[in-house]
């Protein structure tokens, strides 16, 4: 049986906001001539679709209801470690019994038993950090004991490269509540504990936008950025049929949103998402809706179908053409819509680069996590947006929600802020276009990788 050349297996966590980067860096390596194959589990295989990568399912001991059905994300994580790494060797060892034995194993950070069932095989052993490579950093410092949690000294002592003295409401939310840590901790800790082991650590990120974090990491790890993992079309590059991820957990109700977009001016639209996970309080949703409604603009809200027994019902009667109210829509094109102005998000980390990449200017509402150092940045370093502050219950008002929109939208900085996302969004293609920084290190793995597979 004569071998064919370079096969990547890329393991994803089957959440919408994993899935997705893995799934368009596994068509981003199919379109340079690897053959890719994306592993996730039994309840998410069904909701992928792409003819350029093969997809396989293995099993985090969930396959009926997936991650929902865990106990807690202990018992999840430590599920899906001992079902995962049994069923994703069993996959390794079929394909290694054709014509196309996998090369390497590019693992989900989050899933940091990837790294020894690679070394188990031989093979090269990649981890694809899903977050901000400065959250990277953040970890790798409280890694190094600089921070004894949980933190509660102002201002933090970690220190970010480029950027002033950080707040705790600019850290990952889990440091500063003691109630968070033990299973996010652990997690965390492995994560980062397992990166220098790594034969490549990619970053869902380009140099331009984190430029003094990869000159501070380059030392620690063979780190490489190849984002932002946006797919092509969006980013004016030429993979053919790269117009989705191809991947998206629940039903997107795109014709109604764009139907609607078409009706409304040029960047008259405020966008509302809160990505695929977060769980907003009650009292949060009433004051965006109010806020919504104060600021007079025409908006697309995300509010999921799990969370839509929050939304006030006079608000919802009271809506008429200013808003439409949908359980879940296929992101990009919105953002990509001309209609749309401006962009309030949680500050996931593929909201904020989808954001950028498309030249759409934010409005900070983070909610857990790595969102409020996202929030920082996008506010402070790359001067896109502005972050909502909240009150001393933790609840963005709508007066504050409304103050921000109209800041973005026609305030005293709105021309500077939507001068940077434009640039960014130019920065952003420079990176993934032919010859550039997030190109160029993709083709350095490639070609090894096609090496190998001779
Ligand atoms: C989470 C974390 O917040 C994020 O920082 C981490 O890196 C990955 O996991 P999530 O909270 O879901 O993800 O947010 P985000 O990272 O923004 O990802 C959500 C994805 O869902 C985006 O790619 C977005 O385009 C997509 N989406 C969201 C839709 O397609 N439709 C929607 O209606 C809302």
């Given at each position: ?54 997809v ?14 865990a ?6 994580l430590?599920?899906?470690?001992a ?54 950093s ?36 889990f ?8 299973a ?237 996302a ?17 190109d ?15």
């Open positions: 049986m004569e071998k064919q050349g370079g096969h990547v297996m890329v393991l994803t966590y089957p959440a919408q906001g994993h899935i997705n980067p893995l799934l368009q860096f596994s068509k981003r390596l199919a379109s340079k001539g690897l053959k890719a194959t994306l592993a996730t589990t039994h309840y998410t295989v069904n909701f992928i679709q792409s003819d350029a990568v093969g396989e399912a293995i099993s985090d001991g969930f396959d009926e209801g997936g991650f929902m059905q106990p807690s994300l202990e018992a999840y430590e599920s899906f470690q079902v995962g790494s049994r069923t994703v060797g069993e996959l390794i060892l079929k394909f290694n019994e054709s014509a196309s034995p996998v090369d390497c194993l590019v693992y989900d950070s989050i899933l940091p038993w990837g790294l020894s069932v690679a070394r188990q095989f031989g093979i090269y052993g990649a981890a694809f950090w899903t977050t901000s490579a400065s959250v990277c953040m970890y790798w410092q409280l890694r190094q004991g600089v921070l004894s949690l949980p933190v509660k000294q102002e201002p933090v002592p970690v220190s970010m490269p480029g950027l002033p003295p950080l707040r705790l409401s600019d850290l990952p939310d440091l500063a509540q003691p109630g968070h840590l033990s996010y901790m652990s997690a965390v800790m492995e994560q980062i504990s397992t990166l220098e082991q790594n034969d490549w650590v990619f970053m869902n990120s380009f140099d331009a936008l984190e430029s003094e974090l990869v000159k501070a990491m380059s030392g620690l790890w063979s780190v490489a950025m190849i984002g932002p993992m946006v797919p092509s079309a969006y980013l004016d590059q030429q993979i053919e049929g790269d117009t989705v991820y191809g991947a998206s957990l629940w039903k997107p109700t795109n014709d109604e949103c764009l139907g609607w977009l078409e009706t409304k001016p040029p960047k008259s639209v405020v966008y509302i998402s809160f990505g695929s996970m977060a769980e907003i309080p009650v009292k949060q949703v009433e004051e965006i809706a109010w806020g919504l409604k104060e600021s007079d603009y025409h908006f697309i809200w995300v509010v999921k179908e799990s969370e839509s027994g929050k939304l006030p019902i006079n608000f919802l009667n009271s809506m008429n053409e200013t808003g439409l109210v949908v359980t879940w829509c296929n992101q990009l094109e919105v953002l990509a819509h001309k209609a749309v102005g401006c962009f309030v998000t949680h500050c996931g980390w593929n909201s904020i680069l989808e954001g950028l990449s498309l030249g759409v200017p934010m409005v900070g509402m983070p909610q857990r996590v790595d969102q409020p150092t996202n929030a920082k940045f996008v506010e402070d370093v790359w001067r896109a947006g502005v972050r909502a502050q909240k009150d001393e219950e933790g609840i963005v008002t709508r007066k504050e929600l409304e103050k921000c929109i109209k800041e973005i939208m026609v305030g005293e900085r709105s021309e500077e802020i939507k001068r940077n434009c640039m960014w969004r130019q920065s952003a293609k420079s990176a993934v276009s032919k010859g550039g920084s997030s160029k290190n993709t083709d350095e793995f490639v070609g090894v990788l096609l090496k190998r597979g001779k």
